[in-house]
């Protein structure tokens, strides 16, 4: 006759539910994964689909109860380092959809906005756009896997129990900052263009008064800035390819122990 002891029920239950919390963490506020188109099951399907197959590769779990307060105290801590993350993943889609803001608002139709199923919220069309092409190049990139390599990756670095580094929360605030250098450098051919040409605009409405300006400067803008970003869209692959390896990196200092 099998006997299971309660101190074996907690210690499996504990080398399951550790892991899983920490991974469902991070698939919820991943990019791709954790959208809102994603289905729910899809997500709690794969986080225990993870959990099951690094279990038996990952150092023994504290002997804690899941229900004591030391137990609950080591359920938040894995949610705040696979929150941690997860945001840091998608703080690159962040930078992209700042470049559409931008442009679209130079542009002229900033206030041309529909609902996005992925962050469930209205955005500039010139975002979305940017956004739905970032996630092509970023499964091209192969982004989801490397999402799922640094979930195994996390767990080596700073084991179950062991409570993010405080240069983690550095690095995490740090990276947050660099979105906007992102943001900018991904919109600058567009800014660029766009200054220039209402700057000769300008020019040409002190030269020649009796031209309504607002007649031709909307379809000049809108025509030069759909040109711009036709042009220096294909740069926008090797400008991911850095934002990805940047975050993976970045994303490992998080949980890098000093």
Same mark, same amino acid.
């Given at each position: 006759?099998?006997?299971?002891?309660?101190? /074996? $029920?907690?210690?499996?239950?504990?080398?399951?539910?550790?892991?899983?919390?920490?991974? %469902?963490?991070?698939? @919820?506020?991943?990019?791709?994964?954790?959208?809102?188109?994603?289905?729910?099951?899809?997500?709690? *399907? #794969?986080?225990?689909?993870?959990?099951?197959?690094?279990?038996?590769?990952?150092?023994?779990?504290?002997?804690?109860?899941?229900?004591?307060? /030391?137990?609950?105290?080591?359920?938040?801590?894995?949610?705040?380092? *696979?929150?941690?993350?997860?945001?840091?993943?998608?703080?690159?889609? &962040?930078?992209?959809? $700042?470049? +559409?803001?931008?442009?679209?608002?130079?542009?002229?139709?900033?206030?041309?906005?529909?609902?996005?199923?992925?962050? @469930?919220?209205?955005?500039?069309?010139?975002?979305?756009?940017? +956004?739905?092409?970032?996630? !092509?190049?970023? $499964?091209? !990139?192969? +982004?989801?896997?490397?999402?799922?390599?640094?979930?195994?990756?996390?767990?080596? @670095?700073?084991?179950? *129990? /062991?409570?993010?580094?405080?240069?983690?929360?550095? @690095?995490?605030?740090?990276?947050?900052?660099?979105?906007?250098?992102?943001?900018?450098?991904?919109? #600058?051919?567009?800014?660029?263009? %766009?200054?220039?040409?209402?700057?000769?605009?300008?020019?040409?409405?002190?030269?020649?008064?009796?031209?309504? !300006?607002?007649?031709? *400067?909307?379809?000049?803008? !809108?025509?030069?800035?759909? #040109?711009?970003?036709?042009? &220096?869209?294909?740069?926008? +692959?090797?400008?991911?390819?850095?934002?990805?390896?940047?975050?993976?990196?970045?994303?490992?200092? #998080?949980?890098?122990?000093?």
């Amino acid at each position: 006759m099998i006997s299971v002891t309660s101190a /074996q $029920l907690d210690m499996w239950l504990a080398a399951f539910l550790y892991p899983l919390v920490r991974v %469902l963490a991070l698939i @919820a506020s991943a990019p791709i994964f954790g959208d809102q188109q994603t289905p729910v099951r899809v997500k709690i *399907g #794969l986080s225990v689909l993870l959990a099951i197959l690094l279990g038996p590769t990952l150092s023994p779990m504290p002997s804690v109860p899941v229900g004591s307060i /030391q137990g609950v105290l080591i359920i938040i801590q894995q949610v705040i380092i *696979g929150s941690a993350m997860g945001f840091t993943v998608r703080l690159i889609f &962040s930078a992209v959809e $700042l470049a +559409g803001e931008l442009s679209g608002m130079l542009m002229g139709i900033g206030f041309a906005s529909f609902y996005d199923i992925r962050t @469930a919220s209205n955005s500039a069309v010139i975002s979305q756009w940017l +956004g739905i092409i970032a996630s !092509l190049v970023f $499964l091209t !990139l192969n +982004g989801h896997l490397m999402i799922l390599s640094l979930i195994a990756e996390s767990f080596h @670095a700073l084991p179950v *129990g /062991q409570m993010m580094p405080a240069q983690g929360y550095y @690095a995490l605030v740090k990276w947050g900052a660099s979105i906007f250098i992102y943001g900018l450098q991904i919109s #600058l051919p567009l800014l660029a263009a %766009l200054l220039i040409t209402n700057l000769a605009l300008g020019i040409l409405n002190r030269a020649a008064q009796q031209l309504n !300006l607002f007649a031709i *400067g909307f379809p000049i803008t !809108l025509t030069i800035g759909f #040109l711009i970003l036709s042009v &220096s869209l294909p740069y926008l +692959g090797p400008i991911m390819d850095r934002m990805t390896a940047d975050v993976i990196a970045t994303s490992l200092k #998080l949980v890098t122990l000093p």
